[in-house]
């Protein structure tokens, strides 16, 4: 069984768009949005779309509702998708294939354009890909993608992991733990982050987010 999880929140503009391209997916039996606390109409739209909805009690951040998710979902394989992909959600698929087929453990979209230390999120980025290839010896096109696809024990091996931090995390502990991971190249967009104060305020606190998870497995980068 396939689930996807799609944590949201205050996501009411494109919930729906990103709901309807993933229940049209072969394969994929659950589609379970985690409402982190909105305070729009995502949850309500969600529900209209097709999707199956947890509701969080309040905003407990992304690593709680993907926890809250995955404990909820049925699938022994599953997907976490972003709320704002939109109908190019649709390329979920091209992640959980290889899962399915059996030639990865969990998959990683690859976004064009994030190669190079400036691409996205610039310092962010670098301090992610550095973490990653430091504990694993895994050099990623995208260190910080939030799109996936993995076996359940995958999750499992999570330690721990808080907020923006939990996607560094889930690869540094997979990898270590022996799960093979493979990045897949996608053309998904989402909403970007701007070069506004609250787009530098995002990029901060994610920065802050994946040094206190490198921190914790400090260890592993010696």
Same mark, same amino acid.
């Given at each position: 069984?396939?689930?996807?999880?799609?944590?949201?929140?205050?996501?009411?503009?494109? @919930?729906?768009?990103?709901?309807?391209?993933?229940?049209?997916?072969?394969?994929?039996?659950?589609?379970?949005?985690?409402?982190?606390?909105?305070?729009?109409?995502?949850?309500?739209? $969600?529900?209209?779309?097709?999707?199956?909805?947890?509701?969080?009690? !309040?905003?407990?951040?992304?690593?709680? $509702?993907? $926890? %809250?998710?995955?404990?909820?979902?049925?699938? %022994?394989? @599953?997907?976490?998708?972003?709320?704002?992909?939109?109908?190019? $959600?649709?390329?979920?698929?091209?992640?959980?294939?290889?899962?399915? /087929?059996?030639?990865?453990?969990?998959? @990683?979209?690859?976004?064009?354009?994030?190669?190079?230390?400036?691409?996205?999120?610039? #310092?962010?980025?670098? #301090?992610? !890909?550095?973490?990653?290839?430091?504990?694993?010896?895994?050099?990623?096109?995208?260190?910080?993608?939030?799109?996936?696809?993995? /076996?359940?024990?995958?999750?499992?091996?999570?330690?721990?992991?808080?907020?923006?931090?939990? %996607?560094?995390?889930?690869?540094?502990?997979?990898?270590?733990?022996?799960?093979?991971?493979?990045?897949?190249?996608?053309?998904?967009?989402?909403?970007?982050?701007?070069?506004?104060?609250?787009?530098?305020?995002?990029?901060? /606190?994610?920065?802050?987010?994946?040094?206190? %998870? #490198?921190?914790?497995?400090?260890?592993?980068? #010696?």
């Amino acid at each position: 069984m396939t689930s996807i999880i799609v944590p949201a929140y205050n996501e009411e503009v494109r @919930i729906s768009e990103t709901v309807a391209a993933l229940v049209a997916l072969d394969g994929v039996d659950e589609v379970l949005v985690v409402n982190d606390g909105s305070s729009d109409d995502t949850s309500a739209v $969600a529900a209209r779309s097709g999707a199956r909805v947890l509701d969080m009690p !309040r905003n407990l951040g992304k690593a709680a $509702a993907l $926890a %809250e998710g995955i404990r909820a979902c049925r699938g %022994e394989i @599953i997907a976490m998708v972003d709320a704002d992909l939109g109908a190019t $959600a649709a390329q979920a698929g091209l992640l959980i294939a290889p899962v399915t /087929r059996g030639e990865a453990d969990m998959t @990683i979209a690859a976004f064009a354009g994030q190669r190079g230390a400036g691409a996205g999120f610039g #310092l962010v980025v670098r #301090l992610a !890909r550095w973490g990653i290839q430091r504990a694993t010896g895994i050099t990623m096109t995208s260190p910080l993608s939030g799109q996936r696809a993995m /076996r359940r024990p995958v999750w499992d091996a999570l330690q721990t992991a808080d907020g923006f931090g939990v %996607e560094v995390a889930l690869t540094i502990d997979a990898a270590r733990a022996g799960h093979r991971v493979l990045e897949v190249p996608v053309t998904m967009t989402h909403r970007a982050t701007g070069r506004d104060l609250a787009g530098f305020r995002h990029r901060g /606190r994610q920065f802050v987010a994946v040094a206190r %998870e #490198l921190w914790r497995r400090r260890r592993c980068l #010696l």
